[in-house]
């Protein structure tokens, strides 16, 4: 059985201990008691006319009603009513618990056995089917029962549903009332008699719990926040939060609150929730389908519980502690060896500073990874770089499960041990694998490699051993299961992995191998005990070989002391003599390098000279420049200036001119309507009074009878007309008052509210006038269509009416004639001061606009006539200097200075435009930003390194973008493989260009943990005596020192750097190691010198190094300054201008 198997089967058997207890428990058990007697006092009872044995119909009917429960559900509840395990297939396996069920539930072997007929086969006697009626029901009861009581408990992890999807019950309770209803006499609600013999029933399954929570999109499907608050329960385990749900989540408004259910969980335990970018994840993020926030609030949760939640602190402290002492034990019994070689054994200290930044289970996460490395000699730093060629990762895997991944097997040549020299030459890198006297370790020399391979080919070799490592790494997990498939030898190899999946693939493989500990704990158990007896045994023995070397040693000692004495005596007379010789030497160097001094002093007095009188013409020629320049500019701009004041008077005119033609048409529009009123109003009079003529007399006999016969009903109505008329005539004329009244006091409010906004935009004012035209217009209209409409009735009726009428209207027309007097008169005055103040203005800006003309016209004469002489006076000097080029040319022209013109004119013709500093430059920070991949991170360094080094303008883009963290972080996650030292060795160089420019180095300093970067680089390649790597450090080394000092020049900076713990402690002890490695150099230079000259029989003279200030004279590339200093290559002088910068005392 495999260990996938053997879990899952192990997982099972809990959930069946789990639910046993449950049906166990005091409470259950009473209940259950309670259940019998009602059903054996036949308080429930089975109907008579239901046969559940013989009717195929009503059997088929209850189990379709029990499968409707959730296979897993309904195999846990039936094992433990029943007491027995049932034999399936799979959780799932319908058809096995279909049977059981037929078998077992509705049938029981035990009572047909006890009712069978002695003779007769499948007859029973009597009782025999009240007795299986009564087995029946109390079996499914307390199935429905504890079903629903289990998953109220929450009994399974992942709490599925306890109905099918597609099932017709929903509730425990429906499946109750529906057995009543059809199989049950007498009993109506029988969720209800259950509850008062303490089996209650209450779950139901919502549409949230049927609810798809599987992620296929993760920007599609965590868009509602549903998904998202599930993963919160699981992980919190907090079941209240679904209740808070808005489901459907169908707008906009429902999704962003459920997803800041989860968002306010999360700040609730004091989580930050900001991307990689520092901005803010929102529940608009979210919901908008921002891939990257999202991302990033997932891997928020991940770190904030999936590690938390499946890694036990105290397991694995246990095993921590466990490792330790299984590898103390281990490697004291190695050390008894009597041939065992110590001398290349590595003593790895477990608290590493870089590591502080991360949670406590991280940090045990990572010992337990060193813990188990330490077996096979292997220092893991990060969890990054160290986890690319798949290494570490089966030897996790073989230390507990050495059968899985066999450690022959595992590939150990990769591009983390292999180093590829400049000289395509094949070594060993022993900083990640050493110590050949483990039964574990790596085992290959030197010699075992073909030193013809080129650089190409072992390269491809390498990755192929990683991707071989990766698929040993897969085909043991998917054994082993419980562990996703989460890292893939393509995202892994070759480049710098993702942090955040190595640590949660870690956790998913740390917490799965500790649970099958448990099987080889034993075993381990009885190896620690063997292991301590076998040590005290070789204790013993080595104490025996001790006092016997002690005895040797001794005389061995005596006697090379003895010899050692006579030696010291001989070099002391060698040394005296020649140090004698050598301080005669230095009296007559001395003497020879002070004339030579003072002639040195002499020329350069007289460079000097020559160069200051050439930079003081220089200077007066930028001067004349400049004023010309500046006199040009201000032409251009009194120019301007007055093209816009001619734009502007224009627009005054043309405005000024429209409203005088528009008033002159509105006043003739107003006069012809008028014309054309009156002339259709006497038209029609005409016609009336013709067609009443003729009619006149053609009925005046009908007429006169007519008149006599309606006389006094006529009369009778006309007066009563006309008292109608009268008060109709008093009301119009009161709304007609009121009417005017209103507005004129809107008018009025309107006059005040112009004048008010008097500097307003002129066409506002515009409008606002035509508004005011119209309203007075439609007026006017409107008062005599009402005086016309009076007039032609009136003309029917009582002369007397009319007269009255007309005495009215003349009263009205007085008022109207009145009104607009004034307002006219009001209009007449404004327009007339403004017009006033407009000529005022106008006649201002025309005597400034004279004399400015007149001002830059004498300014323009006086430049045109200086730039006239002065391109003249050019137009000279290019002659003389192309006639003095041609005759020194004519003269002193060679091949070289051909060659040097012509190679110099075929470069400018082949340059690119993507060739400019500032185009290599973006293109160099956009691929150190978006790729990972070394090749393309070394190719973008070395063009950032270039172009830093030649323009300052470069230093600052880099400065603005984020290329200076990502260069640090990209520091911090290298390792001491040849790669990732020359990533280190570009990046170190570009750091060091950027913070020459004075106006740049703050922003290398204010990177979080830069000064702390800085020091663990020193501290890595410090180049110990002895160390492999120590040339190739040096750089290294140097650079960072003087990377150091240029950001400790600034007096406030220095005071920073010096508060921080552990940069006083941190350079001292460099000092004294860098001190004591030049000093050992020093001694075999001079025993060198000392033996050339002993054959040659020359003097030779030591080098001192001289402690120096210089960081003041460190200068840009660019800055050409005699006393601009290059870079410090020697170790110690560089440690020596960091002290000295810092303010360090030597010890």
């Not at 919190?236 to 808070?244: A, F, G, I, Q, R």
């Not at 007055?642 to 005054?652: F, H, L, N, R």
Request: charged share 25%; glycine share 2%; hydrophobic share 40%.
């Amino acid at each position: 059985v495999s260990l996938k198997a053997y879990t899952a089967q192990r997982r099972l058997n809990k959930l069946r201990r789990t639910a046993c207890r449950l049906f166990t428990s005091e409470t259950m058990v009473k209940a259950i008691k309670k259940l019998e007697v009602e059903i054996e006092s036949r308080r429930l009872l089975v109907r008579k006319d239901r046969h559940l044995w013989k009717d195929v119909g009503e059997r088929q009917k209850v189990l379709n009603w029990l499968l409707s429960y959730n296979p897993l559900w309904l195999r846990i509840g039936l094992e433990t009513v029943y007491g027995e395990l049932i034999t399936l297939e799979s959780n799932s396996d319908v058809m096995g618990l279909a049977i059981f069920i037929l078998n077992r539930l509705l049938w029981n072997p035990g009572i047909a056995a006890e009712y069978r007929h002695p003779t007769v086969p499948h007859l029973y006697r009597e009782g025999h089917e009240e007795a299986l009626s009564k087995f029946t029901l109390k079996k499914l009861l307390l199935l429905v029962c504890f079903l629903d009581c289990a998953k109220k408990s929450r009994i399974i992890d992942h709490d599925p549903c306890l109905f099918c999807k597609d099932a017709e019950f929903k509730t425990s309770k429906d499946v109750l009332l529906a057995f009543s209803r059809d199989f049950l006499s007498g009993e109506g609600d029988l969720s209800r008699h259950l509850s008062f013999l303490g089996l209650p029933v209450s779950h139901i399954q919502t549409p949230l719990d049927e609810f798809d929570f599987a992620v296929t999109n993760l920007a599609v499907d965590l868009q509602c926040g549903i998904r998202l608050v599930r993963t919160m329960e699981l992980l919190t385990k907090n079941w209240n939060l679904s209740k808070h749900l808005r489901v459907p989540a169908i707008s906009r408004l429902q999704k962003m609150h459920n997803v800041d259910i989860v968002l306010n969980v999360l700040k609730e335990r004091g989580i930050q929730l900001k991307d990689e970018n520092g901005a803010s994840v929102d529940s608009r993020d979210i919901v908008d389908r921002h891939r990257e926030r999202t991302l990033a609030l997932l891997w928020k949760i991940v770190f904030a519980f999936q590690v938390d939640v499946y890694l036990n602190v105290e397991q694995l402290r246990e095993e921590i502690d466990f490792l330790k002492n299984a590898h103390k034990i281990k490697t004291k019994l190695d050390a008894l060896k009597p041939f065992s070689n110590h001398s290349r054994r590595q003593d790895y200290d477990n608290s590493n500073s870089s590591f502080q930044s991360y949670s406590e289970n991280v940090e045990l996460l990572m010992a337990w990874v060193n813990a188990v490395c330490e077996f096979y000699n292997i220092k893991v730093e990060n969890f990054t770089v160290c986890f690319s060629d798949g290494r570490v990762l089966c030897h996790l895997i073989h230390h507990y499960h050495p059968c899985y991944v066999p450690l022959e097997s595992v590939c150990q040549r990769t591009t983390q041990t292999v180093e590829c020299s400049r000289t395509h030459t094949v070594g060993l890198n022993f900083s990640s694998s050493s110590s050949s006297e483990s039964d574990t370790s790596l085992n290959v020399m030197e010699g075992m490699f073909d030193q013809t391979v080129t650089t190409s080919v072992l390269y491809k070799e390498l990755l192929d051993n990683e991707r071989k490592n990766f698929q040993l790494i897969n085909a043991a997990v998917s054994d082993l299961g419980g562990i996703p498939a989460m890292v893939h030898h393509s995202d892994m190899s070759n480049t710098i992995p993702d942090e955040k999946v190595v640590i949660t693939y870690l956790s998913f493989l740390c917490s799965r191998l500790l649970d099958l500990r448990q099987e080889t704990r034993a075993a381990r158990l009885i190896q620690s005990a063997w292991r301590k007896y076998r040590l005290k045994k070789e204790l013993k023995l080595s104490q025996e070989r001790d006092r016997a070397a002690r005895i040797i040693q001794k005389s061995a000692i005596e006697f090379l002391s003895h010899r050692r004495i006579l030696k010291k005596e001989n070099a002391a007379v060698f040394i005296q003599k020649y140090w004698r010789r050598y301080l005669a030497r230095m009296k007559f160097l001395n003497l020879k390098k002070a004339e030579l001094e003072e002639a040195r002093n002499k020329s350069a007095t007289v460079i000097q000279a020559s160069y200051r009188r050439f930079k003081a013409k220089q200077f007066a020629d930028k001067m004349r420049a400049a004023q010309v320049i500046r006199a040009w500019f201000q032409g251009c701009k009194a120019r301007k200036e007055y093209a816009s004041v001619v734009k502007a008077t224009c627009v005054i005119q043309s405005h000024l001119r429209t409203k005088q033609q528009r008033i002159w048409f509105l006043k003739m529009k107003v006069c012809t309507i008028t014309i054309q009123r009156r002339w259709r109003a006497t038209l029609t009079a005409r016609t009336i009074r013709h067609q009443f003529l003729a009619a006149k007399k053609l009925q005046a006999a009908r007429l006169i009878q007519a008149t006599y016969r309606g006389f006094k009903e006529r009369r009778k109505f006309i007066q009563q007309k006309a008292a109608a008329v009268i008060i109709q005539k008093r009301l119009r004329a009161w709304q007609e008052g009121r009417l005017q009244f209103v507005k004129y006091n809107k008018t009025r409010r309107a006059v005040i509210r112009l004048q008010a906004f008097i500097r307003g935009y002129l066409v506002r004012k515009k409008i606002s006038e035509q508004k005011q035209k119209k309203r007075l217009l439609y007026f006017t209209v409107a008062a005599y269509h009402h005086v016309s409409a009076i007039k032609i009735q009136r003309a029917y009726r009582i002369h007397l009416v009319l007269k009255l009428a007309q005495n009215k209207i003349s009263s009205v027309l007085i008022i109207q004639r009145w009104f607009r007097a004034k307002v006219q008169q009001k209009r007449f005055q404004r327009d007339y001061q403004r017009i006033i103040q407009l000529q005022r203005m106008i006649r201002v800006w025309l005597n400034r606009r004279s004399d400015a003309a007149t001002i830059i016209q004498r300014y323009v004469r006086r430049f045109l006539v200086r730039r006239r002489s002065r391109k003249f006076a050019v137009g000279i000097i290019k002659f003389q200097a192309l006639w003095r080029g041609y005759s020194w040319r004519k003269s002193n022209d060679t091949a070289k200075t051909k060659a040097l013109r012509q190679s110099l004119e075929r470069a400018n013709e082949k340059s690119r435009e993507e060739n400019k500093l500032c185009n290599r430059t973006a293109i160099a920070i956009e691929y150190l930003l978006k790729y990972k991949h070394l090749s393309y991170i070394l190719a973008a360094l070395k063009h950032l390194e270039v172009v830093t080094r030649l323009s300052p303008l470069c230093c600052e883009n880099m400065a603005q973008s984020r290329a200076i963290f990502t260069i640090f972080v990209l520091i911090r996650s290298c390792n001491r493989s040849v790669p990732c030292m020359d990533v280190i060795r570009y990046s170190i160089q570009v750091l060091l260009n950027v913070s020459k420019y004075e106006r740049t180095t703050q922003a290398v300093y204010e990177v979080e943990n830069s000064v702390d970067t800085l020091l663990d680089l020193l501290q890595m390649y410090r180049g110990k005596a002895g160390d492999k790597i120590s040339e190739k450090g040096g750089s290294i080394f140097t650079k960072t020192c003087c990377l150091l000092a240029i950001l400790s020049k600034d007096s406030k900076r220095a005071l920073e750097i010096r508060s921080i713990p552990r940069t006083v402690t941190c350079i001292q002890s460099l000092y004294k190691l860098t001190a004591r490695k030049h000093k050992m150099d020093a001694e075999r230079t001079l025993v060198k010198q000392k033996t050339n000259t002993c054959i040659s029989g020359t003097s030779f003279v030591p080098i001192t190094p001289v402690r120096t200030k210089t960081v003041s004279r460190i200068k840009p590339d660019w800055v050409l300054r005699k006393d601009n200093m290059q870079e410090i290559v020697d170790p110690l002088q560089a440690v020596l201008m960091v002290m000295d910068t810092l303010g360090i005392a030597c010890y």
